[in-house]
């Protein structure tokens, strides 16, 4: 196995230290989730509900930390 760096390209750099900008830059994090998810099926959203659901009951198996009285 080679254990050698290869150094990075002047503009591979470039896009690197853009890329790392823009994710410490919350608004710009959203904004990019957003497109991405409009860009979703109906199928892909539900299963992103389901899934999201599935790991909120096994980290919250009692449910809600808030109920509405």
Known sequence: MNDTV???EPE???RLEEALQR???GEEHDRGLIV???GWSP???L???A???RFYLSVRPE???VREE
Do not use: I, W
Request: no cysteine.
């Open 6 to 8: 290869t150094p990075l």
């Open 51 to 53: 899934a999201f659901l």
């Open 12 to 14: 591979d750099r470039v």
């Open 43 to 45: 199928d892909q959203r």
């Open 47 to 49: 299963e992103a509900n």
């Open 63 to 65: 449910g809600p930390l």
């Open 23 to 25: 994710q410490h830059d």
């Open 36 to 38: 991405e998810r409009l």
